[in-house]
């Protein structure tokens, strides 16, 4: 009768023990889907951060497009009040200078605006990458707990059909009386 609880408790702390190793499996595999949102979500912010530089400098371009046209235009008035032709020789030459700069200073904003775009693009891919990792790394883990919790029955199994067997076995005969 002893042998039958021991084996009873056995087999119900590998039941105990393999619900635990299920559940804590399946923590981990909600803690990997959660990590893989946050990582989609910061995937997501990172696009929006790339399309806002990219329009940052789309208006800092165009200011400073206008700031340039507004230079040339002063650069023509202080050459006209002068009373130099603005449409020749180094009049000429110096408005299409100060054309020039104004158009490479553009340039060099929209670049940096792409450059900063890029950064923010390749830093979702990564978000996005990492998502995909954190969401295999809870699956496996909810294998692995599966697994886990299937050992831990099988181990208890063969523990308790032991302790029962042990029961069970013929108690042995008792030594004869010795003689004198």
């Given at each position: 009768m002893c042998m039958t609880v021991a084996a009873i408790a056995v087999a119900a702390s590998a039941v105990v023990g393999a619900a635990g190793a299920a559940r804590a499996g399946d923590a981990s595999q909600k803690q990997g889907e959660f990590q893989a949102q946050v990582s989609r979500n910061n995937a997501i912010i990172a696009e929006q951060n790339?399309?806002?530089?990219?329009?940052?400098?789309?208006?800092?371009?165009?200011?400073?497009?206008?700031?340039?046209?507004?230079?040339?235009?002063?650069?023509?008035?202080?050459?006209?009040?002068?009373?130099?032709?603005?449409?020749?020789?180094?009049?000429?030459?110096?408005?299409?200078?100060?054309?020039?700069?104004?158009?490479?200073?553009?340039?060099?904003?929209?670049?940096?605006?792409?450059?900063?775009?890029?950064?923010?693009r390749t830093q979702g891919k990564s978000f996005e990458a990492q998502a995909i990792?954190?969401?295999?790394?809870?699956?496996?883990?909810?294998?692995?707990?599966?697994?886990?919790?299937?050992?831990?029955?099988?181990?208890?199994?063969?523990?308790?059909?032991?302790?029962w067997t042990k029961g069970q076995a013929p108690a042995p005969a008792p030594a004869p009386p010795s003689q004198q």
């Open positions: 790339a399309d806002y530089a990219v329009r940052a400098g789309q208006a800092k371009a165009a200011q400073e497009s206008m700031q340039g046209a507004a230079k040339i235009g002063r650069i023509r008035a202080a050459i006209g009040a002068s009373g130099v032709d603005v449409n020749t020789g180094s009049a000429a030459d110096v408005q299409e200078s100060q054309a020039v700069q104004s158009s490479l200073d553009v340039e060099t904003i929209m670049h940096n605006a792409q450059l900063e775009a890029y950064g923010y990792l954190d969401k295999a790394a809870g699956d496996e883990a909810k294998s692995a707990g599966n697994i886990a919790a299937l050992g831990t029955l099988i181990g208890g199994a063969g523990s308790a059909a032991a302790t």
